[in-house]
Nanobody, 115 residues
Framework: QVQLVESGGGLVQAGGSLRLSCAAS????????MGWYRQAPGKQRELVAD???????NYADSVKGRFTISRGNAKNTLYLQMNSLKPEDTAVYYC?????????WGKGTLVTVSS
């Protein structure tokens, strides 16, 4: 079992920055990759970025060069630094951790970018 709790969302003007955090607990020593997904109103949930335990990263084209994913030294915290935010980044952002074929999700944190 894995529990994920996101924080750091909020309202920001276009061009601004936010840093999201995800605290993981439970059977976290077996987790390899973790990631951030987002779901905008009326749209499907999409991958934003993910990172392996070894530090390899993968980003959606829409956020490359603006967002940075990282993990804490203890590997139980996941971060997403979001710069140069755009109105189209408005969404609920979810932390994800796949483990033994099960995808664990947090409850999400809302990011709203005003124009």
């Amino acid at each position: 079992q894995v529990q994920l709790v996101e924080s750091g969302g909020g309202l920001v003007q276009a061009g601004g920055s936010l840093r999201l955090s995800c605290a993981a607990s439970g059977t976290i020593f077996s987790i390899n990759a973790m990631g951030w997904y987002r779901q905008a109103p009326g749209k499907q949930r999409e991958l934003v970025a993910d990172i392996t335990r070894g530090g390899s990263t993968n980003y959606a084209d829409s956020v490359k060069g603006r967002f940075t994913i990282s993990r804490g030294n203890a590997k139980n915290t996941l971060y997403l630094q979001m710069n140069s935010l755009k109105p189209e980044d408005t969404a609920v952002y979810y932390c994800n951790a796949p483990l033994f074929g099960i995808h664990y999700w947090g409850k999400g944190t809302l990011v709203t970018v005003s124009s």
